[in-house]
DNA sequence: AATCATCACAACCGCCATCTT
DNA sequence: CAAGATGGCGGTTGTGATGAT
């Protein structure tokens, strides 16, 4: 009945990674795509739990991955994304190609919550945080405001302005008390053909630093990557880019997504097996052919 | 120089929807 | 159809790096 366990949890390693363990995994990856992650860990040399491979190469190890802090363009984005979908991180960083969940989910967390705090903006709710008198009066006439915070997080919530993040402590001068409410499917769907536009719009040519900003500008103003896949069509951008699930797609999309700059030299056909097999490892992310 | 606090982020954990047997 | 594994996701933790005192 059912499948095999994904891995026995005994010899199983945790913790951190090891240059040869990255070694191994790109190595098996780029030779043979991905495959199963609960074989992969066996037939790569690995010790670890085919989830911990996942992980691994999805947040960290992926060749199309940008590396660094998110810019200040990325930013607004993320904040734009988030006052829609809430805490679906998965959702927000298919939007944002080489970026994983995990790295915006970290983002939001040590940087961005504090920035809206700071501004005096709800990183929960997207809206001006009240104070405790108007908290009171707010849950005491609200019969579903014991909901807590956590649960509300949960659901996109039509933003009621554009949030723009500042350096400087100025600007807190939008106090509206609104109280977002959680849209149904139908809400959800007659605001994600029009609402969204504007906000999305307004958002993205808010930003002014240059090459930043068009870039930016291109995507927010790409309807169909914004409001139709959003909301209707959850194709990931990365994922359908990076399909490794043939050792053939592997190797061409590691070539068309400058897997030079990852650390792999070009090889060619004939000796590419070989090639890759005395992968060398640099340091934790670099790598090249010997 | 030592200690403590904070930051940044990789990795783990548990849950859930989906898939397989 | 049921049981159980898989893959994916979001929340949380652990830890090294950096800054402040």
């Known amino acids: 009945m059912g499948r ?9 390693k945790k913790g951190p990674w090891t240059a040869e363990e990255d070694k191994k995994l790109i190595n098996f990856i780029v030779n043979n795509g991905q495959c199963c992650w609960r074989t992969l860990p066996k ?7 085919g989830k911990s491979c996942r992980l691994r190469w999805t947040n960290y190890l992926r060749p199309d991955l940008k590396r660094g802090l998110l810019s200040h363009s990325e ?6 994304l988030h006052a829609r979908l809430g805490n679906r991180w998965s959702k927000i960083a298919s939007r944002l190609p080489g970026r994983t969940d995990n790295e915006i989910k970290n983002h939001w967390n040590t940087h961005i919550k504090k920035k809206l705090l700071k501004m005096g903006i709800d990183p929960v709710t997207h809206q001006p945080l009240v104070d405790n008198h108007q908290q009171q009066l707010v849950s005491s006439s609200s019969s ?8 509300a997080e949960q659901l996109p919530r039509q933003p009621q302005q554009n949030l723009m993040i500042k350096d400087t402590d100025d600007d807190n001068k939008n106090n509206n008390n609104g109280v977002p409410a959680p849209m ?11 609402s969204q536009i504007t906000s999305t719009e307004n958002s993205c040519c808010a930003s002014g630093d240059g090459d930043e900003s068009l870039l930016l500008d291109s995507i927010c103003s790409d309807e169909s990557l914004i409001l139709n896949s959003l909301w ?4 990931p951008l990365v994922d359908a880019l990076w399909d490794t699930t043939t ?33 060398k490892m640099e340091d934790k992310t670099h790598y090249h052919i010997v």
Do not use: M, Y
Not at 144 to 151: K, L, N, P
């Open 144 to 151: 579903s405001s014991s909901s807590s915070s956590q649960s």
């Open 184 to 194: 149904n499917s139908q809400q959800e769907s007659s605001w994600s053909s029009s």
């Open 232 to 235: 209707l069509d959850d194709t």
């Open 75 to 80: 930013e607004q984005l993320v904040i734009d």
């Open 247 to 279: 050792p053939t797609s592997c190797l061409l999309d590691c070539q068309d997504f400058g897997i030079h700059d990852f650390g792999f030299n070009s090889f060619t056909d004939t000796d590419e097996q070989n090639s890759l097999q005395t992968l």
């Open 43 to 49: 037939l790569a040399g690995l010790k670890r739990c």
């Open 4 to 12: 095999q366990p994904c891995c026995d949890k005994v010899g199983v």
